[in-house]
Structures are given as C-alpha cells and as structure tokens.
C-alpha cells in the first residue's frame, strides 16, 4: 500500500494547508517504523526531501460532500445512474462499486481490471461500454511519449 501511496503523490511537495497535507497514519510502533523507512527511501532515490507527514492515527473524518467521488461529479450521466442504485446519500458515497467506478473515471486501474469487475458494479450496458471507452482513453494517455 505504501508503495502505491508514494507513487500517486508528489512527496516532494509541501502541503499549503494542513487540511489537503499527505499524511501516512499509523496505528503501531511497526506501522509508524515501515512508514518512516519508506520516507527514508523515497528522500534518498529521489536525494530530496519528503514534506509527506507521518503522524498517529486517531479517527477520521468524512471530506465535504462537494469533495465526494470527485471525478464521478464530471460524468454526470454515471452519477445519475449510480444515483438511482444508491439513493441514500451515505449508501453512495460509502459504496465500493460507486468507488470503483469514480476510481475508473479519474484514471486509475487498467482496462483488465475493470472487465473482472464490471459485471459487480451496478451498470447498465450503455454505461458499461462508455466505462470502457474511458479506461481505454486514460491507459492510451498513460502510454502517450508526450505525457
């Protein structure tokens, strides 16, 4: 999990409000011994510093709403759908398969990962080859030499 932590981030990056800060939390001395050589390592492979915080675990608080499924609110059609499975604001925002799909959306997984899935994420066809329209268009940018 560090490992995709570090790789979708810039570490080198100080936060401009404590509120948007990357933050590694831990729950245990081991966690926070692994978070801290992580840091060590991505400091040394880059030979710059790391600005990511590495601080206790003590709750956790839900984002605002206008924060939610972030690259899920640019399809609307998708958020329409997925809308009319979950129509309980918290049942939305709490579900994996509305996650996933927003994931997707926003560019991450591969197009291999989402055919073992789509058939578990509550889409209809139409939505379900839009999806995987998309997922293709994002691993061709990902491939593009001018990206």
Same mark, same amino acid.
């Given at each position: 999990?560090?490992?995709?932590?570090?790789?979708?981030?810039?570490?080198?990056?100080?936060?401009?409000?404590?509120? +948007?800060?990357?933050?590694?939390?831990?729950?245990?001395?081991?966690?926070?011994? &692994?978070?801290?050589?992580?840091?060590?390592? &991505?400091?040394?492979?880059?030979?710059?510093?790391?600005?990511?915080?590495?601080?206790?675990?003590?709750?956790?608080?839900?984002?605002?709403? +206008?924060?939610?499924?972030?690259?899920?609110?640019?399809?609307?059609?998708?958020?329409?759908?997925?809308?009319?499975?979950?129509?309980?604001?918290?049942?939305?925002?709490?579900?994996?398969?509305?996650?996933?799909?927003?994931?997707?959306?926003?560019?991450?997984?591969?197009?291999?990962?989402?055919?073992?899935?789509?058939?578990?994420?509550?889409?209809?066809?139409?939505?379900?080859?839009?999806?995987?329209?998309?997922?293709?268009?994002?691993?061709?940018?990902?491939?593009?030499?001018?990206?």
């Amino acid at each position: 999990m560090l490992d995709v932590f570090w790789h979708n981030h810039n570490p080198a990056t100080k936060s401009w409000s404590r509120q +948007y800060a990357s933050i590694i939390f831990y729950r245990n001395d081991q966690q926070k011994r &692994i978070a801290e050589e992580s840091r060590a390592q &991505i400091e040394s492979e880059r030979n710059s510093r790391v600005f990511t915080d590495i601080g206790p675990y003590t709750g956790f608080t839900r984002a605002e709403d +206008y924060h939610q499924k972030h690259a899920l609110q640019r399809y609307p059609e998708f958020m329409n759908e997925l809308r009319s499975v979950y129509p309980s604001y918290h049942d939305f925002v709490d579900s994996t398969a509305v996650t996933h799909v927003n994931g997707y959306l926003g560019g991450d997984g591969t197009i291999e990962d989402l055919e073992n899935e789509i058939d578990s994420l509550g889409l209809s066809p139409a939505r379900q080859t839009d999806l995987r329209a998309i997922v293709r268009m994002h691993s061709r940018s990902l491939t593009c030499p001018t990206r």
